[in-house]
Structure formats: C-alpha cells, structure tokens
C-alpha cells in the first residue's frame, strides 16, 4: 500500500511557473513508475506526464510539453512537476499516481495508488 500527499498547488498569473510535489509513504515507491494527471470541472482526468521507477525515462502530454519537467527522488520518496509559462487553461487538479508498468502511461486505468490531489488556479 503506498499513499501519497501532493503539495505545491495554488494561484498564480499566466506565465508564472509552479512546482508541485509528490511524497510517498507505507511502499514501495521507489519501485514504481509515477503520473501526474489533472481534472478540470466538467472534464475527464487527463494525462500530464509520468516517469519510470528509476527516473531513465519520461513522457509529457503533447499539450503541455517543452512546459513541463517531471522528476523524482527515490532516497526521499519524492516525486516533482515543474509546470512552466503556465496558462488558463492549465487550471485543474493535479493528482499524482502509482504504477507497476514501465514505459509510457498515459491510462489512468494503469495506476494502482493514487494521492487526493491539489489545486492549481492560473489566472489571465
């Protein structure tokens, strides 16, 4: 059972970066693959990016990448989004997530753990 508590939402001004974190805790998180996904009012959850157990690789939503970094800290148990010229429409909340599989995950069916999200308001 891993649980995870994401931290570093909030509002800020188009253009503005923020850097949202992910801890872990009660698993094995060093062995999984993490997400970060995202849900607007009225919309489905979406994929943002994710990145292997052992940080070799990483994959971006085609509609945010060359804004984003996804990174982790395994002897920490931390997992981290850099969003960058962050826009409106970026406005959601963003989950973090757990996976057995390698590779690129974009289904949210692939995710086993799943932390309770937070708010991230971009502002015009």
């Known amino acids: 059972q891993v649980q995870l508590v994401e931290s570093g939402g909030g509002s800020v001004q188009a253009g503005g970066s923020l850097r949202l974190s992910c801890a872990a805790s009660g698993g094995t998180f060093s062995r999984r693959g993490m997400g970060w996904f995202r849900q607007a009012p009225g919309k489905e959850r979406e994929f943002v990016a994710n990145?292997?157990?052992?940080?070799?690789?990483?994959y971006y939503a085609d509609s945010m990448k060359g804004r984003l970094a996804i990174s982790r800290d395994n002897a920490k148990n931390l997992g981290y989004l850099q969003m960058n010229d962050l826009k409106p429409e970026d406005t959601a909340v963003y989950y973090c997530?757990?996976?057995?599989?390698?590779?690129?995950?974009?289904?949210?069916?692939?995710?086993?753990?799943w932390g309770q999200g937070t708010q991230v308001t971009v502002s015009s």
């Open positions: 997530a757990c996976t057995r599989q390698y590779g690129r995950v974009w289904n949210p069916d692939g995710y086993d753990y």
């Open positions: 990145i292997t157990w052992n940080g070799d690789r990483t």
